[in-house]
């Protein structure tokens, strides 16, 4: 299942459009922002695998919804997905793109790259470079993740890997 990403990207466009017109995106100290919790979250758990640091960034309660699954069980869906990214792509990289960032939201879209060095859901290792887009919403409550939507490319990129 491909990702419409010229859809996704106009309804963000649309939304950040929507949201400086009415005037409700407004300044505050980045260093304590919404957006550089995101930022250093994907630094230390998807680059440098720091399991341990995720308390830091989610809360006990969270929940991630893909396309067709929801899963609620807080930090330990976030530590089984950190462990099977980097058993696959042992040294992965990351790039954040912050879209939007208003009230207890924040649109992102997150860049992964690495060799697949180890199977992952089902595609077993073929050691090329794959690259990956994730469109990420996240909700935030007392400065901790606590909600997360999310639609990626990554089974269409193992795909196309195949073809290489």
């Known amino acids: ?9 106009s309804f963000l466009f649309k939304l950040l459009y929507n949201l400086v017109t009415l005037n409700l995106i ?14 250093a979250a994907a630094s230390s758990l998807f ?21 067709n699954q ?16 980097h058993k ?9 793109e912050i879209l939007v960032e208003c009230g207890d939201r924040v649109a992102w879209q997150r860049t ?18 794959i690259m990956w887009r994730e469109m990420v919403v996240s909700r935030f409550e007392e400065g901790l993740i606590v ?3 999310v639609s990626t490319d990554l089974a ?5 890997s195949r073809k290489k």
């Open 1 to 9: 299942m491909a990702l419409n990403i010229d859809f996704v990207h």
């Open 26 to 39: 407004g300044l505050h100290d980045m260093s304590k922002s919404l957006s550089s919790i995101v930022q």
């Open 47 to 67: 680059e440098r695998g720091e399991a341990q640091s995720i308390g830091l960034f989610f809360s006990q309660d969270y929940v991630v919804h893909l396309t």
């Open 70 to 85: 929801d899963y609620s069980r807080g930090h330990k869906i976030v530590q089984t997905a950190i462990a099977q990214v």
């Open 88 to 96: 696959a792509f042992p040294e992965p990289k990351v790039k954040v």
């Open 112 to 129: 992964l790259c690495g060799v697949q060095k180890g199977a992952y859901k089902g595609f077993p290792a073929c050691n090329h470079k």
């Open 147 to 149: 909600e997360e939507w």
């Open 156 to 160: 269409e990129q193992l795909l196309l």
